[in-house]
């Protein structure tokens, strides 16, 4: 695996994306994403709050939405 340091910045958002992808999931008691990566599972609720915050640390722009799907 390449090292994060050495790599883009489009290699690291991607590189992150797929490193908080490959968490198992998993209920961990908690609502902090910095307990997900402890542990290394979480909800997806809690990995899509730590890929943000991520980003965030990275400067890129993020929103938060819901989309609604009917399953049948």
Do not use: W
């Amino acid at each position: 695996m390449k090292r994060v340091k050495n790599q883009s910045f489009d290699a690291k958002i991607i590189t992150l994306f797929e490193k908080v992808c490959d968490i198992p999931y998993g209920n961990i008691g908690s609502r902090n994403q910095l307990d997900v990566y402890k542990q290394n599972k979480g909800t997806y609720s809690l990995k899509h709050e730590l890929l943000k915050a991520l980003y965030k640390e990275l400067e890129i722009s993020v929103k938060d939405f819901i989309i609604m799907h009917p399953f049948k």
